[in-house]
């Protein structure tokens, strides 16, 4: 952790430690300090076999209802753009992706599947998506800002949504609310996840004071 950090629970000034979406390059330090008795908690993020308490969302099932939606709809050409697969949320969403296709027998075409939104957008790569002659009829866009880009691009090459184009995201932000069209997406309960993680370590730091008296 940075040095102001260090001082921090060093001199007790900081008796809890909050960490939103962390990077996976973050892991072994939340881990280690964890271990070290500093009380941490994870809200947006987790991964297979932490140790540390984490709060999520489910992207397992909040991915599964984006793709019966599409499915739903009579779509059978899906495509999807995904986030930094450096996170374990959004390779939760893709393998659901590639595991609803194969449920249904559906083919996957490599240049349906987009990833890596973050740290650049690969806005060349959806377009040639788009524009193919075989191009999706849907899009599953794990993520809000891949999801409005996407509408974008395809405004853009004279695509309508959703007569032309059926795009579901993940996330809703306030935003989302005013985007055009209205965009069909998946909820997490952030408000309820950071409450929960408050909740989480508050409880920790407050145990860890009794035990230290």
Not at 17 to 46: D, K
Not at 59 to 64: D, E, K, L, R, S
């Amino acid at each position: 952790c940075n040095a102001q950090v260090a001082d921090g629970l060093a001199h007790r000034r900081i008796r809890g430690l909050l960490f939103i979406a962390p990077h996976e390059t973050r892991w072994p330090e939340i881990e280690r300090l964890h271990a070290q008795g500093t009380p941490c908690v994870v809200v947006g993020g987790s991964w297979e076999g932490a140790r540390v308490p984490c709060v999520d969302s489910d992207n397992v099932g909040g991915a599964t209802a984006a793709m019966q939606h599409l499915l739903a709809l009579g779509h059978r050409r899906i495509g999807t753009i995904q986030g930094a697969l450096s996170q374990p949320n959004h390779r939760d969403r893709l393998r659901v992706y590639h595991q609803m296709m194969a449920r249904h027998n559906l083919p996957v075409r490599p240049d349906w599947v987009v990833d890596g939104w973050f740290p650049r957008e690969p806005v060349d790569a959806v377009r040639r998506m788009l524009t193919s002659p075989d191009r999706p009829t849907a899009v599953f866009a794990a993520g809000y800002f891949p999801a409005i880009s996407t509408i974008q691009i395809a405004k853009e090459i004279g695509l309508r949504v959703p007569e032309d184009l059926s795009v579901v995201g993940f996330d809703d932000p306030s935003s989302a609310a005013y985007f055009d069209p209205p965009l069909t997406t998946v909820r997490q309960p952030l408000e309820e996840m950071g409450q929960v993680a408050m909740e989480m370590l508050i409880a920790l730091a407050s145990m860890q004071s009794e035990n230290s008296r």
